[in-house]
């Protein structure tokens, strides 16, 4: 009773139900409205008149689904009518905006007729980007989708057939590939014979699977040639030629077992009587046929799924209509086919057998998923389903003639894929791409750490950079066969046993001698890992390095302003962060390193944030922020803002600065407006440099954790070769990104080395 008040509470807390239209170009002023609406919203009109294809251009329409049903067969409630459907259709839009950023109207239909249903659906074509048909009930169903598919020119797809059999086709591939076995050799069982089973049964078929190695099973038994009960003309097609009477007869010796019936019926015995590393599908919601702890219990070599989230392999529609749709769309499709559906489920297969990131090992509280008999398929909140599924789709329609834009470039779709996941990832694929044209050698001191092996694996394989790792060879070993890293493409050193040790130790001393460092400080100190990267980087043996996982910030930036110092004409170093909300970017400095910089600092400290910002193609309009707008508050605080500015518009003319100036002056257009009209940053500031720590670092974490911005750094800017500092506990990916940033900055040192020997 309290999970049901929870989850009433859940639909009907502030504003009832679960979506609202909210829309996308700003309404804020009389101009704005008088576009939306009359009279600019004639033009238009008239283009689409014009060119019916217009409706794209300038309408959601190709981004719009309806998910449409009349409430006959509801999840596991059944026929509850089309209003009581209503929760599960907005659901459902629900989970099409969250995954894949599709905009959703849902639509429930009074009416059982089948010729009333399809000719409601037909008539709002113009409309929508395509249709998702939902909780319908057999065998209608069959027909409503037959028809609309060849009626409509839009896709037309029956999420309880096609879904179901699009998620477990991928699992089923994988099982068969983990059992030793061949799809058309083996003994399938279906108990059910329903939307979902029909729909599973034809999409295996399509993978090879034999008609004749098939039973199906509905609740009066195996559906077999000349059965005369309960009988329609798609049991007719997949009657067996059989003796077997009962689910329990057919499922004696059988390979595989595909459950989309009711809970309970399949027992231990029944599991127990199967052939040799029997396929368990069990998917009926929310008890399976036979619960996951049974079915491991009759057998020891079970693959096993169900539909539920509590255990492996679970078989959920989420990782296949937001996916699907978003492929179809971006191509107007005219139709998801047969071979759409296929590349879904390859995609999916394909994509259980790569890495998993530490964003989906975190999500399920786990340190580890790998390909195997309790790892098929992806998990629904893998956000690499979104870069692969849709491609795989899109590539298909285009293949087979049904999409009317095929993709032209389709590493470019996957970028634009990868925005919809967030800012960073947008930002990060251009860095990459950069990275990628000259990499570069990066010195990890934490070489024992699996995060950073998984992160040099990721290095390597997107030849992004050549990581160098410092630890034991002994400890590296069973790391590297773990991730399957290519050892021939890494390079791991143990500091006990370098050649170069007593080099390094060397020039260390000279470096540090008239600091009271003695040769055999030198020696002690060189143990550190930290140090000794430091030194690779100092004498030309990296190019870069990336520390700081389970190291406290001052231990990584310490040995770095020791060895390594100061770009030419740079005394200080300081710390930057690339903050991302979904329609601005702003850099922040100094967020790690100077405590109470002085006017000097901190214009040295906007010139080298303005660097910092161009490297992310972002052109710096920098705001020094203060408590005070320009001389409001007399303060030495204040005032030493504005010192800085003025040196700043000394030194670097070029730059777009001003201040001191309060935050919301620097990022709210109207207030820059109304009040300091003649001010260079008019409310368009993308660069905030902060008077002290306190201010930066408290801005950018509330920003980070309270705001939603996607975060990318410390950026440790002044250096003069790449040192980048990691926020401990990171994940791989920001690990990879640091890695990333590291090689540009190496490949930028070079330049003017360059241009030198050009001369």
Same mark, same amino acid.
């Given at each position: 009773m309290e999970d049901r008040d929870d989850a009433l509470e859940y639909h009907s807390g502030g504003r009832p139900g679960k979506i609202e239209?909210?829309?996308?170009?700003?309404?804020?002023?009389?101009?704005?409205?008088?576009?939306?609406?009359?009279?600019?919203?004639?033009?238009?009109?008239? !283009?689409?008149?014009?060119?019916?294809?217009?409706?794209?251009?300038?309408?959601?329409?190709?981004?719009? &689904?309806?998910?449409?049903?009349?409430?006959?067969?509801?999840?596991?409630?059944?026929?509850?009518?089309?209003?009581?459907?209503?929760?599960?259709?907005?659901?459902?839009?629900?989970?099409?905006?969250?995954?894949?950023?599709?905009?959703? =109207?849902?639509?429930?239909?009074?009416?059982?007729?089948?010729?009333?249903?399809? !000719?409601?659906?037909?008539?709002? !074509?113009?409309?929508?980007?395509?249709?998702?048909?939902?909780?319908?009930?057999?065998?209608?169903?069959?027909?409503?989708?037959e028809r609309l598919k060849r009626e409509m020119k839009i896709p037309v797809f029956h999420d309880d057939q096609h879904g179901t059999a699009i998620i477990s086709a991928a699992a089923l591939k994988n099982a068969l590939e983990v059992?030793?076995?061949?799809?058309?050799?083996?003994?399938?069982?279906?108990?059910?014979?329903?939307?979902?089973?029909?729909?599973?049964?034809?999409?295996?078929?399509?993978?090879?699977?034999?008609?004749?190695?098939?039973?199906?099973?509905?609740s009066h038994g195996v559906i077999y040639k000349g059965r005369t009960v309960d009988m329609t003309a798609m049991k007719e097609q997949f009657a067996s030629d059989t003796k077997a009477r009962t689910l329990a007869e057919a499922m004696k010796g059988a390979d595989v077992f595909i459950g989309l019936s009711v809970g309970g019926i399949v027992t231990k015995e029944m599991v127990q009587s199967m052939a040799k590393n029997p396929i368990v599908f069990a998917m009926a919601n929310p008890d399976p046929e036979i619960t996951y702890d049974d079915a491991c219990a009759a057998r020891s070599d079970v693959i096993m799924a169900t539909g539920r989230s509590d255990y492996p392999n679970q078989v959920n529609n989420v990782l296949g209509f937001p996916f699907i749709f978003r492929g179809a769309l971006d191509c107007r499709a005219t139709t998801i086919n047969d071979e759409m559906k296929l590349a879904a489920a390859q995609a999916l297969a394909d994509l259980a057998k !790569?890495?998993?990131?530490?964003?989906?090992?975190?999500?399920?509280?786990?340190? #580890? =998923?790998?390909?195997?008999?309790?790892? %098929?398929?992806?998990?629904?909140?893998?956000?690499?389903?979104?870069?692969?599924?849709?491609?795989?789709?899109?590539?298909?329609?285009?293949?087979?003639?049904?999409?009317?834009?095929?993709i032209a470039d389709y590493d470019a779709y996957r970028r634009r894929l990868e925005k919809l996941l967030g800012r960073a990832r947008g930002v990060m694929h251009g860095l990459y791409d950069r990275a990628k044209s000259d990499p570069k050698r990066i010195v990890f001191p934490e070489g024992e750490q699996e995060k950073i092996i998984r992160a040099a694996k990721i290095l390597i394989?997107?030849?992004?950079?050549?990581?160098?790792?410092?630890?034991?060879?002994?400890?590296?070993?069973?790391?590297?066969?773990?991730?399957?890293?290519?050892?021939?493409?890494i390079t791991i050193i143990d500091i006990s046993r370098s050649e170069r040790f007593e080099q390094y130790v060397h020039r260390f001393h000279q470096l540090r001698r008239r600091r009271g460092i003695t040769i055999t400080d030198a020696r002690r100190i060189l143990n550190s890992r930290n140090y000794y990267a430091m030194m690779m980087v100092e004498q030309g043996d990296a190019d870069g390095v990336i520390a700081g996982l389970h190291a406290y910030y001052p231990a990584t930036v310490r040995p770095a302003l020791q060895i390594i110092k100061t770009k030419p004409g740079v005394k200080n170093v300081s710390g930057a962060y690339l903050l991302m909300f979904k329609s601005q970017m702003f850099v922040l400095a100094d967020t790690t390193v100077n405590i109470e910089p002085d006017a000097e600092q901190l214009a040295e400290i906007a010139a080298q944030t303005a660097e910092t910002a161009r490297r992310f193609n972002l052109e710096p309009r920098i705001a020094m922020i203060s408590f005070s707008n320009f001389g409001s508050t007399k303060h030495p605080q204040s005032e030493k803002v504005q010192d800085a500015v003025r040196l700043l518009n000394e030194r670097h003319p070029e730059l777009v600065v001003d201040g001191e100036m309060q935050a919301?002056?620097?990022?709210?257009?109207?207030?820059?407006?109304?009040?300091?009209?003649?001010?260079?940053?008019?409310?368009?500031?993308? &660069?905030?440099?902060?008077?002290?720590?306190?201010?930066?670092?408290?801005?950018?974490?509330? %920003?980070?954790?309270?705001?939603?911005?996607?975060?990318?750094?410390?950026?440790?800017?002044?250096?003069?070769?790449?040192?980048?500092?990691?926020?401990?506990?990171?994940?791989?990916?920001?690990?990879?990104?640091?890695?990333?940033?590291? &090689?540009?900055?190496?490949?930028?040192?070079?330049?003017?080395?360059? #241009?030198?020997?050009?001369r």
């Open positions: 239209v909210v829309p996308t170009k700003p309404t804020a002023t009389q101009r704005d409205l008088a576009l939306a609406y009359t009279p600019g919203v004639a033009k238009p009109c008239l !283009e689409i008149a014009k060119n019916p294809g217009d409706v794209y251009k300038y309408t959601n329409r190709g981004n719009l &689904v309806a998910v449409i049903s009349n409430g006959t067969a509801v999840l596991g409630l059944g026929n509850i009518g089309p209003a009581a459907g209503k929760p599960v259709m907005e659901g459902k839009a629900v989970l099409f905006k969250r995954f894949a950023d599709i905009d959703v =109207f849902d639509l429930e239909v009074a009416t059982r007729d089948t010729d009333k249903f399809i !000719e409601a659906v037909k008539v709002l !074509e113009p409309t929508f980007g395509g249709i998702n048909l939902e909780d319908i009930a057999a065998p209608e169903c069959f027909e409503i989708e059992a030793g076995k061949k799809i058309e050799k083996v003994k399938l069982v279906i108990s059910g014979a329903g939307a979902a089973a029909m729909g599973c049964l034809r999409l295996y078929l399509k993978l090879g699977l034999q008609k004749e190695n098939v039973i199906l099973a509905d !790569e890495e998993v990131p530490d964003s989906v090992l975190r999500a399920y509280s786990t340190d #580890r =998923f790998s390909f195997g008999r309790d790892y %098929l398929i992806p998990k629904p909140f893998d956000h690499r389903v979104l870069l692969n599924v849709p491609v795989a789709v899109a590539r298909a329609a285009a293949e087979t003639d049904v999409a009317l834009e095929p394989d997107e030849g992004l950079a050549e990581p160098i790792l410092l630890v034991k060879e002994e400890i590296a070993e069973p790391l590297l066969t773990k991730h399957n890293v290519d050892r021939s493409k919301d002056t620097a990022v709210v257009p109207y207030i820059a407006r109304d009040d300091y009209a003649w001010s260079t940053i008019q409310g368009d500031a993308n &660069v905030l440099i902060f008077p002290n720590l306190d201010a930066a670092n408290a801005a950018y974490k509330l %920003l980070w954790r309270v705001g939603g911005a996607e975060v990318i750094g410390p950026i440790l800017q002044g250096l003069a070769k790449p040192v980048h500092v990691l926020q401990r506990g990171v994940d791989v990916n920001d690990i990879v990104n640091m890695a990333a940033i590291a &090689v540009i900055d190496a490949q930028l040192s070079e330049r003017p080395l360059l #241009r030198k020997a050009r």
